[in-house]
């Protein structure tokens, strides 16, 4: 039997990368899947990509605006849901030297605040039992130079999974994180990183000498972790971190 059989889930960034490949992932595992993206075409390419069982909305997790409306964007689609991955992330570097204000408050918007109340909207709607599951990383528990305002917003969710774990226990609902190491996305370009070509590549050769295994991640691989978290495969854990991430931080 498919493990998400008769089950609603809405993952935020789920047009491209890790996200969509865990939109196909939940689909084949028989879900109905609500992805979310900033951007109405590449929605849409990705729904049809995903097929009948999957709907798409336009939501900005950077937008406050956008984010309160998510809520009754979900309902007039489905009542309720079974399970939310927090999954929309922004991934800018820069030394603090560098650091602008406009800058700090773009990656802390998207990746902590955004992430905050999309949950805080959507959790009328989760059914109880549900799972909540938040896309981290690994910079939260290394140093890298240029990463301190990026590292610290994927720490701040991760002191979410336990707080919220307790806070929700009377719901049965968990909440857990799956924390990447690097992973080949879209998100990997000089543009969206805000740095260089010569200085992507640089910064993919320093990292690559830095994981054991040899090799980048693939979305693939993380979209089986959150199929784990999201499934009734995991009712016994919660507050709880899965690193993935090829030995880079846990060897």
Same mark, same amino acid.
């Given at each position: 039997?498919?493990?998400?059989?008769?089950? %609603?889930?809405?993952?935020?960034?789920?047009?491209?990368?890790?996200?969509?490949?865990?939109?196909?992932?939940?689909?084949?595992?028989? &879900?109905?899947?609500?992805?979310?993206?900033?951007?109405?075409?590449?929605?849409?390419?990705?729904?049809?990509?995903?097929? $009948?069982?999957?709907?798409?909305?336009?939501?900005? &997790?950077?937008?406050?605006?956008?984010?309160? +409306?998510?809520?009754?964007?979900?309902?007039?689609?489905?009542?309720?849901?079974?399970?939310?991955?927090?999954? &929309?992330?922004?991934?800018?570097?820069?030394?603090?030297?560098?650091?602008?204000?406009?800058?700090?408050?773009?990656?802390?918007?998207?990746?902590?605040?955004?992430?905050?109340? %999309?949950? +805080?909207?959507?959790?009328?709607?989760?059914?109880?039992?549900?799972?909540?599951?938040?896309?981290?990383? @690994?910079?939260?528990?290394?140093?890298?130079?240029?990463?301190?305002?990026?590292?610290?917003?994927?720490?701040?969710?991760?002191?979410?999974?336990?707080?919220?774990?307790?806070?929700?226990?009377?719901?049965?609902?968990?909440?857990?994180?799956?924390?990447?190491?690097?992973?080949? %996305?879209?998100?990997?370009?000089?543009?969206?990183?805000? @740095?260089?070509?010569?200085?992507?590549?640089?910064?993919?050769?320093? @990292?690559?000498?830095?994981?054991?295994?040899?090799?980048?991640?693939?979305?693939? $691989?993380?979209?089986?972790? &959150?199929?784990?978290?999201?499934?009734?495969?995991?009712?016994?854990?919660?507050?709880?971190?899965?690193?993935?991430?090829?030995?880079?931080? %846990?060897?």
């Amino acid at each position: 039997m498919k493990k998400l059989t008769g089950k %609603t889930a809405i993952i935020t960034g789920g047009n491209s990368g890790i996200g969509f490949a865990t939109a196909q992932e939940f689909v084949a595992q028989g &879900a109905k899947v609500i992805i979310t993206g900033r951007n109405q075409k590449s929605i849409d390419e990705a729904v049809a990509q995903l097929g $009948e069982n999957a709907h798409g909305i336009v939501s900005d &997790a950077g937008d406050m605006a956008q984010v309160n +409306q998510i809520q009754a964007q979900v309902k007039a689609i489905t009542p309720n849901i079974d399970i939310i991955f927090i999954n &929309a992330g922004l991934g800018k570097f820069n030394s603090v030297d560098g650091m602008t204000e406009d800058m700090f408050d773009e990656i802390m918007n998207v990746n902590f605040k955004g992430a905050y109340f %999309t949950l +805080q909207q959507l959790l009328p709607l989760v059914n109880n039992g549900g799972s909540i599951i938040f896309n981290t990383s @690994i910079n939260a528990h290394i140093g890298m130079a240029g990463a301190s305002v990026y590292a610290a917003s994927k720490a701040a969710l991760l002191s979410l999974i336990k707080n919220l774990s307790a806070e929700l226990l009377p719901r049965r609902i968990r909440v857990n994180a799956i924390s990447p190491g690097p992973v080949v %996305t879209p998100l990997h370009t000089s543009e969206k990183l805000g @740095i260089s070509d010569d200085q992507l590549q640089q910064m993919g050769n320093g @990292i690559l000498s830095q994981i054991p295994i040899g090799r980048f991640g693939n979305a693939e $691989e993380i979209a089986k972790i &959150a199929l784990f978290f999201a499934s009734d495969d995991s009712t016994f854990v919660l507050g709880a971190e899965l690193v993935a991430d090829g030995g880079m931080y %846990t060897l």
